[in-house]
Nanobody, 125 residues
């Protein structure tokens, strides 16, 4: 059973940066698409960024475009989310999720099979 573990959350002031990691329990090359989600207090969980199994396609929701960058390092079994220029509205628990798929350029926002337990990001002055 594939397991995912997030790390890198914490407290940061507005305008600051954090880099989240999503580390898998097994190698993830070529067959695992990964998506980052977040859930703010009192709000529904939302998908914010995804990377295809090929690593060739990434996608972002509008509210994080230009500030967040997703990247995968298959050798380290890790997908990163670099978050810059953080805002108070980015405060949330961040989760990574994955789905096994063929090597392709698809991003997945639904039907993800594997989830981490989340890491808390707090942005406040």
């Amino acid at each position: 059973q594939l397991q995912l573990e997030e790390s890198g959350g914490g407290f940061v002031q507005p305008g600051g940066s954090l880099k989240l990691s999503c580390t898998a329990s097994e190698f993830i090359s070529d067959y695992l698409a990964v998506t980052w989600f977040r859930q703010a207090p009192g709000k529904e969980r939302e998908g914010i960024s995804c990377v295809s199994s090929s690593g060739k396609r990434t996608n972002y929701i509008d509210s994080v475009k230009g500030r967040f960058t997703i990247a995968r390092d298959n050798a380290k079994k890790t997908v990163y989310l670099q978050m810059n220029n953080l805002k108070p509205e980015d405060t949330a628990v961040y989760y990574c999720a994955a789905v096994r798929t063929y090597y392709n350029n698809n991003c997945y926002w639904d039907d993800l099979d594997y989830w981490g337990k989340g890491t808390l990001v707090t942005v406040s002055a």
